[in-house]
Nanobody, 128 residues
């Protein structure tokens, strides 16, 4: 059964850093583009970042540009999200999702195609 599992969330002070991991089982993650999404209480889920299957193209939401870095290790079947200079607005449940599609003409996280496999999420809480 194809599955994504996020890890690395936790409680961090403002200005701190966390690295999230999205590890796949039951599928070859190198066949998928992967995105990170987040949902804060009372807000809609938003795309944070995405990376193409070969790791060559990435996209970021404006709110995280310069602070977050997405990367992947296909040999480890894992995609990472390095988060620096965290602030209270980054508090949310973070999800990863895998897609077979990529829209190269999109300059935003909408470059990621429709997500067909979702992880269960990991909580990130930033204290101010």
């Amino acid at each position: 059964q194809a599955q994504l599992v996020e890890s690395g969330g936790g409680l961090v002070q403002a200005g701190g850093s966390l690295r999230l991991s999205c590890t796949a089982s039951g599928l070859r993650l190198e066949d998928y583009a992967v995105g990170w999404f987040r949902q804060a209480p009372g807000k809609e889920r938003e795309g944070v970042s995405c990376i193409k299957w070969d790791g060559v193209e990435m996209r970021y939401a404006d709110s995280v540009k310069g602070r977050f870095t997405i990367s992947r290790d296909n040999a480890e079947n894992t995609v990472y999200l390095e988060m620096n200079s965290l602030n209270a607005e980054d508090t949310a449940i973070y999800y990863c999702g895998a897609s077979n599609g990529w829209r190269p003409h999109k300059s935003t996280v909408q470059a990621l195609g429709d997500v067909t496999i979702w992880g269960q999420g990991t909580q990130v809480t930033v204290s101010s």
